[in-house]
């Protein structure tokens, strides 16, 4: 009998915890039914741009014994080159050339690798928006003491501009796919209550040296596109 009692009590008290347990997660469950929906949409915008200058990038070198005939000899080379620019109509303020390079140069011999001397070397950073000229520039330059073209952009000035312009588009088409989604599952549309950017890309054409070999003229800037995503968050009105 003392036993049947027992049991009884135990089962008393697991379903009293268990009751206490129910009512106090209701009201959480409650709260959280009771938030508004969220609609998320990602906008994207673009613009297409035609690239209006461009970017070179050339490297004069020497190698020698000493660093000081190095320097002189590459200093000859590099006001050589300079000059041949702003001779162009390339602005002064468009042509940097203050990154130098200094290297051992190691030669393979009967008794292993052995430091023969140096390599000094100089890049020359030309920026022009005149893109008639630019095949005139290069063959120019390699004739007055550079020694290869690292790396060739056609660019676009004032691509900030046209980034804009798709940020505000990629805004726009937000909205606009917000709209159609609440129109086509019969909802209503509230505040936004989160946006962020969510990258976008502003590509630049490379050409690399290899083509350089090949005609010129041929080499067209062509269109570019300028991308912006966005992500944006919108209650739903319950």
Known sequence: MKLLTRIKSNMLKRALWASAAIAWSTPIFSAQAAQDGVMNVQGVGAVEV??????????????????GKLNTQLDADLRSVVK??????????????????????????????????????RDITVTSKD????????????????????QFNFITIGEADAYQKALIAAVKDAKQRAHLLAKELDVELGEVVAISESGGNMPIPVMRAEAFAKDMSMSLPGQERIEARINVSFNIVQ
């Open 50 to 67: 035609t690239p209006n200058a461009y970017s070179v990038k050339l490297v004069v070198e020497e190698q020698g014994e000493t660093v």
């Open 84 to 121: 041949f620019l702003l001779n162009q109509g390339i602005e002064e303020k468009h042509i940097q050339s203050m990154q130098v390079r200094l290297q051992p140069r190691y030669t393979n011999t009967p008794q292993g690798r052995e430091q023969q001397g140096f390599i000094l070397s």
């Open 131 to 150: 893109l008639g000229t630019y095949d005139k520039v290069l063959d120019g330059v390699l004739k007055r003491g550079v020694d290869r073209v690292q």
